[in-house]
């Protein structure tokens, strides 16, 4: 018999209490959430919440994390709970799940929904899911196949929050983070400054005018022709990386339209001065809001 969804929650809460692997599970937790890491954790609104934390590092524990002998705890849940063919099809599964950062391709609301991953679609029949998501959204989720194209989610599910644009959507296998990764990200680490960056000023201004007034100032100052640019001309540059799946090359145009420098504080300074303009530009696919608008505590953002 194929796995259920009651199963799957079976399965890992046998990882989140068995006493065999009380110890094994806490040096786990410590690296998941990076107890001895540097920073202060300061999570994205929506992911601070203990249960939600809970599930994600229970996911990774028991179909992520490997035992001593290789195996998932998972697998040793099922080798606890399962006996024969049924122990036999619970391992295959367990085997062959997967993380994924996949794009929310349909929905059928009430009954599930369809993932899509580039040249990969997956099926998952999840109630609570399709009440969740909407078409175009972006999950981080452990699957796990139970056959004939169906997956089941494991535990600790997220809505990626930021949108993730046609570009990298394209090409979304080359930016598949690991579960400790989007932990990372979602724990917003804050360290110390160093003294050189402490001397650079982060502008963060109203409009996309105001940001290219500024920088068009300081670029008249020193000379620097290529970071003259009117607003228009920007705001066509910073889509056409947005939209594309090469975001970093932008600081990379924006070195090169600086031209030498004396110092890294230099150069952060012009960069600190693109990336204000980057986050005041309209964004077209989310009804021209800016990322600084989008960030707004008062703005409807999901986790």
Same mark, same amino acid.
């Given at each position: 018999?194929?796995?259920?969804?009651?199963? =799957?929650?079976?399965?890992?809460?046998?990882?989140?209490? +068995?006493?065999?692997?009380?110890?094994?599970? !806490?040096?786990?937790?410590?690296?998941?959430?990076?107890?001895?890491?540097? *920073?202060?954790?300061?999570?994205?609104?929506?992911?601070?919440?203990?249960?939600?934390?809970?599930?994600?590092?229970?996911?990774?524990?028991?179909?992520?994390?490997?035992?001593?002998?290789?195996?998932?705890? !998972?697998?040793?849940?099922?080798?606890?709970?399962?006996?024969?063919?049924?122990?036999?099809?619970?391992?295959? +599964?367990?085997?062959?799940?997967?993380?994924?950062?996949?794009?929310?391709?349909?929905?059928?609301?009430?009954? *599930?929904?369809?993932?899509?991953?580039?040249?990969?679609?997956?099926?998952?029949?999840?109630?609570?899911?399709? $009440?969740?998501?909407?078409?175009?959204?972006?999950?981080?989720?452990?699957?796990?196949?139970?056959? $004939?194209?169906?997956?089941?989610?494991?535990?600790?599910?997220?809505?990626?929050?930021?949108?993730?644009?046609?570009?990298?959507?394209?090409?979304?296998?080359?930016?598949?983070?690991?579960?400790?990764?989007?932990?990372?990200?979602?724990?917003?680490?804050?360290?110390?400054? !160093?003294?050189? !960056?402490?001397?650079?000023?982060?502008?963060?201004?109203?409009?996309?005018?105001?940001?290219?007034? $500024?920088?068009?100032?300081?670029?008249?100052?020193?000379?620097?022709?290529?970071?003259?640019?009117?607003?228009?001309?920007?705001?066509?540059?910073?889509?056409?990386?947005?939209?594309?799946?090469?975001?970093?090359?932008?600081?990379?145009?924006?070195?090169?339209?600086?031209?030498? =420098?004396?110092?890294?504080?230099?150069?952060?300074?012009?960069?600190?001065?693109?990336?204000?303009?980057?986050?005041?530009?309209?964004?077209?696919?989310?009804?021209?809001?800016?990322?600084?608008?989008?960030?707004?505590?008062?703005?409807?953002?999901?986790?």
């Amino acid at each position: 018999m194929p796995l259920t969804a009651s199963m =799957v929650e079976q399965l890992a809460e046998w990882c989140s209490r +068995s006493d065999a692997l009380a110890d094994i599970r !806490s040096r786990a937790r410590s690296d998941y959430f990076g107890y001895d890491e540097p *920073g202060e954790v300061k999570y994205l609104t929506g992911a601070e919440e203990v249960n939600s934390r809970e599930r994600r590092f229970l996911g990774w524990f028991a179909f992520s994390f490997r035992l001593p002998d290789g195996k998932y705890p !998972s697998e040793q849940a099922a080798a606890a709970m399962l006996k024969g063919d049924d122990l036999a099809a619970a391992l295959k +599964s367990i085997q062959s799940s997967r993380y994924v950062m996949a794009m929310v391709a349909m929905v059928n609301p009430g009954r *599930g929904m369809v993932l899509s991953l580039e040249d990969e679609d997956f099926e998952l029949p999840s109630r609570q899911l399709s $009440r969740v998501f909407k078409k175009g959204d972006t999950i981080c989720t452990h699957i796990i196949p139970v056959g $004939r194209g169906r997956w089941l989610p494991g535990p600790g599910w997220l809505l990626w929050p930021i949108r993730v644009m046609p570009g990298m959507q394209a090409s979304l296998k080359s930016f598949q983070l690991s579960p400790i990764d989007v932990e990372r990200f979602l724990q917003q680490r804050r360290t110390e400054p !160093s003294e050189e !960056s402490k001397k650079v000023e982060y502008p963060r201004d109203a409009t996309l005018d105001a940001a290219v007034a $500024r920088m068009t100032e300081a670029a008249q100052a020193e000379g620097r022709k290529e970071l003259i640019m009117a607003a228009d001309e920007w705001k066509r540059l910073v889509i056409s990386y947005m939209m594309s799946d090469k975001i970093a090359e932008f600081g990379k145009e924006i070195v090169s339209r600086v031209g030498e =420098v004396d110092s890294a504080e230099d150069i952060n300074r012009w960069l600190a001065l693109a990336m204000n303009i980057w986050n005041t530009t309209p964004q077209p696919d989310r009804g021209g809001k800016s990322a600084y608008e989008i960030g707004r505590p008062d703005d409807d953002k999901r986790v």
